[in-house]
């Protein structure tokens, strides 16, 4: 098969979650258990940071891949989702994994997919970790993909488990409370080993702590310890809190020297060493187009109070969401003296345009709808003046679509 074709067989051959929701969600950790001991138990070795929370994940992730590749060390990074190549999720120093070895790996393993119908992330996490463990990387940076406890990653023992924070998002699979969310994303939390929550939260604190002492781990909030400010290329007040949780997990690693310049330059360079999109970024000046993946209440509230420290003459917003957000919680978070240009991505989950636009209607959200995200994005383009601002948002789908 070619890479193109493998891709078209892994994506259609199986649910998964990002194009149907729920039906593709396997809240079971046998059959990657059993397929990583066929690999050979790739997972053990390579030492690891494994990497939970609902909002900064991703970006933590980089931060502490690109920190480590500064301080002289080969660092793998698994991620999800990808915005434009799905070898995005799998990368070492920045560089994605070959096409070739994507095809190679799906081509060996036909036989033990179609026989135990594993998952697409199943497959993509054990390609990952296999794929590590060939090229010996000296760590590797483990995002979870949803939850933590039944999450494909977990199969891992990491040298430091790093909860980012939580929020209410994916509610009809991790819970519909803010305790039973942190309890799946406490899943990571192993034997002995450090933990560290990048925020204190009234509702999780007492959680984490009585999870971490149940498993013998010591556990650290990064935001009540004293951690030097330091400066990052990521746009964005809110990655402040990102800085503290990756910087504190970095003084619980073992075994590894990270110098204060390796910080200072690791996270000056995240987009460079990691190739990180889709964060606050920046697209053009003249009109500024600025877009950001946020998607949940407690993401998408850190980016309007970014957006509403911006200075502009007009504002636009280019918006589209997937049919399992709760659009009472997010919707009054957008800034009503906007012009909306309401669209949809292209995947099954999408949801339709008319009806995001007429619920946005129900907050004082105004605008147009158009057949596509490039459409709206090039409508808002025409309309905007050089002094305006363009924000594109809403579901990482909709970002994906016009990076």
């Not at 002289?72 to 698994?78: D, E, H």
């Not at 999109?277 to 980016?303: F, Y």
């Not at 003459?313 to 009503?336: E, H, M, R, T, Y």
Request: net charge neutral.
């Amino acid at each position: 098969m070619t890479y193109s074709q493998t891709l078209d067989w892994m994506f259609a051959q199986l649910p998964i979650y990002q194009n149907k929701g729920k039906s593709a969600f396997n809240g079971k950790l046998d059959n990657i258990k059993l397929f990583s001991k066929a690999l050979g138990s790739p997972e053990e070795k390579f030492k690891s940071i494994h990497v939970a929370g609902t909002n900064g994940k991703g970006s933590s992730s980089h931060m502490l891949a690109s920190i480590l590749q500064e301080a002289g060390y080969k660092v793998g990074l698994y991620t999800s989702p990808h915005l434009k190549d799905f070898r995005e999720r799998i990368r070492i120093n920045g560089e994605m994994i070959s096409k070739k070895d994507v095809v190679s790996f799906i081509e060996d393993n036909k036989q033990f997919f179609n026989d135990h119908k594993l998952s697409f992330f199943e497959m993509t996490v054990a390609m990952a970790f296999e794929h590590f463990a060939i090229e010996q990387v000296d760590i590797a940076i483990i995002e979870v993909g949803l939850g933590g406890r039944l999450d494909s990653t977990n199969i891992i023992t990491p040298e430091v488990s790093l909860i980012t924070n939580i929020g209410l998002d994916h509610t009809d699979l991790l819970g519909d409370t803010i305790a039973k969310i942190a309890v799946e994303k406490a899943g990571v939390i192993k034997e002995a080993i450090p933990v560290v929550v990048s925020e204190s939260q009234e509702e999780t604190t007492s959680i984490f702590k009585a999870i971490a002492k149940e498993k013998n781990a010591s556990i650290v909030f990064a935001d009540s310890v004293f951690i030097k400010e330091y400066k990052t290329s990521l746009l964005g007040n809110y990655q402040q809190k990102n800085i503290k949780g990756a910087v504190s997990a970095l003084q619980q690693l073992k075994g590894f020297v990270v110098e204060d310049n390796a910080i200072v330059n690791g996270l000056l360079n995240v987009v460079e060493n990691t190739g990180l999109m889709g964060r606050w970024q920046l697209l053009q000046e003249q009109p500024r187009v600025i877009c950001d993946t946020a998607h949940n209440k407690e993401g998408l509230s850190l980016t309007m109070k970014q957006l509403n420290v911006q200075k502009y003459k007009s504002l636009f917003i280019v918006l589209g969401v997937v049919k399992d957000k709760n659009l009472d919680a997010i919707l009054p978070l957008f800034p009503k003296n906007a012009n909306y240009f309401f669209c949809s991505p292209k995947i099954e989950r999408g949801l339709d345009a008319a009806l995001l636009q007429q619920r946005a209607s129900k907050f004082s959200l105004k605008g147009d709808v158009y057949l596509s995200v490039k459409e709206a994005l090039e409508k808002s383009k025409s309309l905007a003046q050089k002094e305006d601002l363009i924000y594109v948002g809403g579901s990482t789908f909709v970002v994906a679509e016009i990076i």
